[in-house]
């Protein structure tokens, strides 16, 4: 096994760091207090990225005695510039969580009985190893499917392609992202990214379709939303539901659920018809506009309000307001997109809206990425697949992402054995039976698996079914692959640095991977023995001063954002095969599939059920924030939202404990009641991630209710694979 690689040790490598003794100041503190001490305790101060949330915003990290004292927002982040959001001061309490996977263990009883018991990092890791030689020897490495989630999965996603597999699929396609970055590629040649690159804060008008900014909370998104209103953006929001982005709107538009395909068509169409649309932008810089006049010359207000129930008035006000403040729209393309089976499409029409503006790569619109350039490892290119990919991406789905994967597609493909067995899963950084819709799937999946392996920090659910589990470090207690954020206005690459020792016997998932690929004969696709000699390979090429960016925790580069400011070496504006903003789908129409956007009509609610919508808290991150004490405190369980009125007819009081039941029979735990005129009457929310069934989580179990409980259906978009899960309806049963 490898030494022990502590905090100090990552920071004071002599070979490639030098002597670094400070990791920058502490924030300005009283006389009383002088920098560096907590009155006679000495206090070390980190720069490192916060993994409570996706986002990764900067955090510094007090560390005295080696235990985290507190986490403050990091200033010279180029982009939370030292804002943090209540998770992302709640991380030490995920640090020291009394409930976390504290080593290694190995299943002992049924699966799904959660018996394990204690083994060794080199027991656990030995068996591992076996297996996947096993499985590699009896049944190709393409019978191991991949379960990732997040920028720190990435040393395991380099394991399994060396290893052999390309089956490979995480949530952020599928289950949330994946639809705009299509329908974004098909208009413009390229996906949006993340953090989204959409000009908040230069904005003279915002338009959110189903977006939750206020409730999601992505603190440096948050912050210019509030600067864009601030300096006089006015602001469209398109929801069902008065969230608190419909608060701060000029128009809300309460659209029947499932419409918004139709709005944005006849958005186009009187932006056309009156000519109003940015003409010169069109002309320079796109193809298909006679195609697109022509097909949305139907589309008009009128008969949008018979579809979306809202005033054909409203509708054509709306379209003029964008005319008006062309270019400077900041149409946000959202970010959960996987709605109700034809999101590609609506994407689609959203990116359409948004060239019909003249907003994609303009100020105040959405602005274009810069690439920098970073070093990389001389490795074996990864074996080539002997059979095609078990979940559909490129020919069930033709669209669909062969770096992110179809997760439900891996799990259609474990059920029935087709295009051939899948015999095992590797869980990394995401919970199957929360983040896939459908749960007796994935649990009639997981009891076909001849091993089924979770790395993980919390005791979630899914370590119950698993036969190994792997304790991981905390993204306080480790190294990760840099944040190299290309989708922001001043490119930047941020790290994650270890603040303190990992406690227990929990590892760091780079030490996890190095060790694996000792055993399995992979040594030459990790060509560096520790952090320190990984970062500085990556940032060598950028002139990067390392002590800086250790003690920074974040350097930024000069970024060209719009059009205007773009130079050769940026690559084509518009890399589709024409050349242009293809507003006309070539690539669609070759497929098979309609080469401009159509409504489709989705189900209604059978009578007496209301459609099942979900969303964030501001205080919560998925379902994997629900067991820390501070965030419990401030929300411990979460509630159904009813209309007033149909609660009335229901004879419902507020706060009662009713149970929800899905249109399959699927019942919910007891969830509490909240009567309010903020929802359409035919519509019922929750927020997402409660109800947890796990008993080792203390806080967290039977704690409000599951919302990915009752998604016992979904409708798959036939372009990329992904899950529309807003199919699903409940009704209210009175305990």
């Known amino acids: 096994m490898s030494p022990k690689l502590t905090r100090r040790d990552f920071i004071r490598s002599s070979s490639l760091l030098g002597a670094v003794t400070t990791l920058g100041t502490a924030p300005a503190q009283s006389a009383e207090h002088p920098p560096g001490w907590r009155g006679t305790t000495r206090v070390e101060t980190i720069a490192t990225n916060c993994e409570m949330c996706f986002w990764r915003c900067g955090v510094l990290a007090e560390v005295a005695h080696g235990k985290v004292l507190k986490l403050e927002g990091n200033p010279s982040h180029p982009l939370t510039k030292g804002r943090l959001c209540a998770k992302g001061n709640a991380g030490p309490k995920l640090l020291y969580d009394p409930d976390r996977l504290k080593y290694p263990m190995l299943r002992v009883g049924e699966r799904g009985e959660g018996k394990f018991k204690q083994v060794s990092w080199d027991q656990a890791l030995d068996f591992l190893a076996g297996r996947l030689t096993e499985f590699k020897q009896k049944y190709g490495p393409e019978s191991v499917a991949f379960f990732p989630h997040g920028v720190a999965s990435a040393f395991f996603h380099t394991l399994m392609r060396a290893y052999g597999t390309h089956n490979i699929a995480e949530p952020a396609f599928a289950q949330c992202r994946g639809p705009r970055e299509v329908g974004y590629a098909l208009t413009f040649g390229q996906g949006l990214g993340s953090p989204e690159p959409v000009d908040l804060e230069e904005s003279k008008l915002i338009v959110l379709i189903g977006t939750h900014i206020g409730e999601n909370i992505f603190t440096s998104q948050v912050t210019a939303f509030a600067d864009g209103l601030s300096r006089g953006a006015k602001l469209i929001v398109v929801d069902p539901r008065f969230s608190t982005a419909a608060a701060k709107a000029d128009w809300w538009l309460p659209i029947r659920p499932g419409t918004d395909t139709a709005l944005l068509l006849a958005w186009m169409h009187v932006l056309i018809t009156e000519e109003s649309y940015d ?424 704690r409000g209710a599951s919302d990915a409980g009752l998604m016992t259906r979904v409708k798959v978009d036939p372009i990329m694979g992904g899950t529309g899960m807003r199919v699903n309806f409940v009704k209210v049963v009175k305990l």
């Not at 619109?365 to 490892?377: D, R, S, Y």
């Not at 669209?399 to 474990?414: F, H, I, P, R």
């Not at 952090?531 to 580069?557: C, K, M, S, Y």
């Not at 209604?604 to 965030?631: D, M």
């Open 279 to 702: 003409k010169e932008y069109i002309s320079r810089y796109a193809q298909g506009f006679p195609e697109l006049a022509a097909h949305v010359k139907e589309f008009t207000p009128e008969w949008a309000e018979t579809i979306t129930e809202l005033p054909a008035a409203k509708i054509r006000a709306t379209a003029r307001a964008m005319a008006a403040a062309k270019p400077a729209v900041a149409l946000h393309p959202g970010r959960h997109t996987t709605w109700y089976g034809d999101d590609t499409q609506r994407a689609r029409a959203m990116a359409i809206l948004t060239a019909l503006l003249g907003s994609w790569g303009q100020k105040g619109g959405i602005f274009l990425p810069t690439a920098i350039k970073t070093g990389e490892f001389r490795t074996p290119a990864f074996p080539a697949p002997k059979r095609e990919r078990a979940d559909g991406a490129g020919t069930r789905f033709p669209l669909a992402s062969e770096e992110q994967g179809v997760t439900n597609g891996l799990v259609d493909a474990t059920v029935s054995g087709k295009p051939y067995p899948i015999k095992a899963w590797i869980v990394y950084g995401q919970n199957v039976l929360e983040s896939i819709p459908q749960r007796p799937h994935t649990l009639e999946a997981i009891r076909k698996l001849d091993l089924m392996v979770v790395v993980d920090v919390l005791p979630m659910e899914q370590t119950y079914y698993a036969d190994l589990v792997l304790p991981e470090a905390t993204y306080l207690e480790r190294y990760d692959m840099p944040q190299i954020a290309l989708s922001a206005k001043q490119p930047y690459i941020a790290i994650r640095q270890p603040s303190v020792e990992p406690l227990y016997e929990s590892k760091p998932g780079w030490w996890i991977t190095l060790q694996m690929a000792h055993r399995l004969g992979l040594e030459a696709y990790f060509p560096w023995k520790t952090p320190e000699e990984h970062l500085a390979t990556l940032v060598q090429p950028l002139g990067v001063n390392i002590d800086t960016l250790l003690t920074r925790g974040a350097v930024a580069f000069p970024g060209r954002p719009y059009i205007a400011e773009r130079l050769p070496e940026d690559g084509p504006l518009f890399p589709t095969q024409s050349g242009k903003i293809e507003l006309y789908s070539p690539l669609l129409k070759q497929l098979g599939f309609d080469p401009l956007p159509r409504y489709a009509p989705v189900g209604e609610p059978p009578v007496g059920y209301f459609r099942l919508l979900y969303g964030r808290a501001p205080v919560h991150s998925f379902a994997r924030s629900q067991n820390n004490a501070w965030l419990d405190a401030l929300m411990d369980e979460n509630v159904a939202w009813i209309n007033e009125d149909a609660a009335r007819d229901l004879r419902l009081a507020e706060g009662q404990q009713v149970v929800l039941e899905n249109q399959d029979g699927a019942k919910s735990l007891p969830i509490r009641v909240s009567i309010t005129k903020g929802i359409r009457r035919d519509c019922l929310y929750m927020v997402h991630g409660f109800g947890h069934e796990s008993r080792r989580l203390k806080l967290a179990y039977h």
